[in-house]
């Protein structure tokens, strides 16, 4: 029997300003010096002028590529804050990841929060010190700040000889052999001994290598207490157990402009992430029923979608992550989602900025489809003979939001926005209580991206504005009131009688109708039209004209004219009496409130507390997290629509928050009266309909 091609799928993580770019571009070079960029020249993999103007990645970029005989699927990241939902999905079609943490920065550059992203999906890390020749690195401080920020025991498996500039190579501490820069091909190194002054030092490290490995394997660390040494092979095993485990974090390193440790970089991914043909198929069938069965390059074909582009040249492209069976020309696949087939005629891979048509594709590979009819990103596309759903993606509520209007009107921005809510499903669009645009994302950034996205790719100029919160407007005491509508204009007139009482309900009750007429003074056929005045009428209280909630309507009383009277007159009088009794029945704004949850370094919590008491907020409570504190607290709208931005101005980028709507409680009387004067002014409140 053949054996299995090698094959790993990783992602590349970490902090913005971490070097993962620069580091896979590093790696395409070492596999092929065809990819290596001019000297002065920016990212080929950050092609997108948004990418360019900001200097760091905004979506995630599918890489493969070989190297020695090997075939390598590399996600590469963004490590901004708030394109983290794409980490998310990153780690759902890979297998592993990298960490990178720079050795001139640390871990303050966010690390921590792709950290926990690859906890959550419980995947095997490697980190990875970058930027090993930069003037400030510093081996041994990042290692400390490896553990101090991101609360996992960091085990070096290589040790840099010379620091700064004046690296030139590293020790392999499984070898212990010494790897020196070899100028004559970049990645390339010479073999050699251990320097005489690292020796100690290496057998230090060495020994704890040894003890991680041996603790993460049961069988390993009977062996390795009886006194018997392990073999480099028993080692690496331990090695690749603990990775899985996250009981320790392997580190590796390198230097992507120097080309130092790269190629051992990715003999590190081959040691410690599994092999793709391992992962199993995990889902529900059609039915909805579990389904797990092994996976292989000879069983059914699945795979999922997990990034798409819609251009106006290229049309529909897909990129879909092999997660079983082998992808061949002309087959036809089925997508559970929407039951409906998708015949792929040809597909083909990213290699670095190019792509080529490929003839078959197996596990853990990515491939690249063109104009699939109905794909989303998320979707499974499987053998329509042995189907399978895998799990979606999964969806964060989105806590930044911004009103949107375009030159030319909102439908076409919502047309243009549509296609690239298609493109990225963390966006959002929505149509406000006041008929705004909403757009909805995962930060402010995310939000401002997508706007310079609209204008480049579908030429629509766009302005964000905060959106106006969702008042409402309640009663807060009983009333009564008289709703008569006559009019006489010759024949048959109009006329109809209300009397109705309204009392205050809790929060969240909504409105109630209640029928209270004793002896038929209205007659039965017309008690609903009264109810559907009145009905009509919540949209628009008479404080600052927002919808009406909270109470309970109940006629009591009125009279009807057996010629005259009609379901549009009982109407008009309900719509009155209403309006009417609102005036009596102290009406009051009520404004909605944000339900907050924010992690922050402990540091950070002063801050984070002193801002949100200028927010009108109220703190609900505290509790220790990993690496930091989480607070809960209860936030008008209004005050924290710009939360996203202050937040991250007081934590340096580190803190991090959602947000949810909760409920509403009423405004402060001296900014309610504000938010009427400015509504009034604005001609949105309307009057009550004179009796003629």
Known sequence: MPTPRVTRTFSMLGGDGAGKTALV??????????????????????????????????????????????????????????????????????????????????????????????????????GVVTRLDHEQADFQRTLADVERSLGVKPVPLQLPIGSGPGCRGLVDLLSRRAHLVDPRGFGRFVDAEVPAELAGEVDRLRVALVEAAAEADDELLGKYLEGAPLTDEEVARG????????????????????????????????LLFPAAEARPVVGTDLAG????????ADAPFVAQVFKTTIDHFTGRVDTLRVVAGTLRPDAVLVNPRTRSEERVTHFFRTDGAQQAEVAAAGPGEFVVLAKLKDAHTGDTLCDGEA?????????HTRPVAYAVHARGGDDKAAAALARLVEEDPSLGLSRSAEGELLLQGMGQAHIEVTVERVKRKHGVDITLALPSP?????????????GKY?????????????????APLPRGAGFVFEDGIVGGVVPRQFIPSVEKGIRGALASGPLAGYPVVDFKATLVFGSYHDVDSSDMAFQVAGSMAFKKAMQEARPILLEPFMQLEIRVPEEYVGAVLGDLNGRRARVQGMEPAARGVV???ACPHAEAMTYD??????????????????HHEAVPPQIAQKIIERRRAEGKVRGIEEER
């Open 289 to 296: 029923q579990p389904v797990s069965r092994p996976g292989g």
């Open 239 to 270: 090695l690749a157990a603990g990775a899985r485990a996250r009981r320790f974090l392997p580190v590796a390193l390198t230097a992507a402009k120097a080309g130092i440790g790269l190629r051992e970089l990715l003999d590190l991914a081959v």
């Open 486 to 502: 006559r009019r006489q204009t010759g024949g048959h007139g109009q006329y109809g009688d209300a009397h109705v009482e309204l």
């Open 387 to 395: 189907p399978v759903l895998l799990p979606p993606f999964r969806q």
């Open 645 to 662: 931005a202050d937040l991250r101005s007081l934590t340096q980028g580190i803190g991090t928050f959602t947000m949810a709507p909760s």
């Open 470 to 482: 969702a008042y409402l407007e309640t009663v807060t005491a009983a009333a009564k009131a008289q």
């Open 25 to 126: 571009e590093a790696l395409l070079r070492v596999a092929d010096p065809r990819h290596a960029s001019p000297v002065g020249s920016s990212s080929r993999l950050d092609a997108e002028p948004e990418e360019k103007k900001r200097n760091f990645s905004l979506s995630l970029h599918p890489e493969s590529f070989e190297e020695g005989g090997r075939g390598f699927h590399v996600l590469d990241c963004p490590g901004f804050a708030a394109f983290l939902t794409e980490v998310e999905w990153a780690l759902q079609v890979t297998d592993g990841a990298l960490l990178a943490i720079s050795a001139a920065d640390g871990c303050h550059n966010r690390a921590e929060r792709a950290y926990d992203a690859l906890a959550a999906a419980e995947l095997p890390a490697v």
């Open 631 to 633: 607070i809960r607290a």
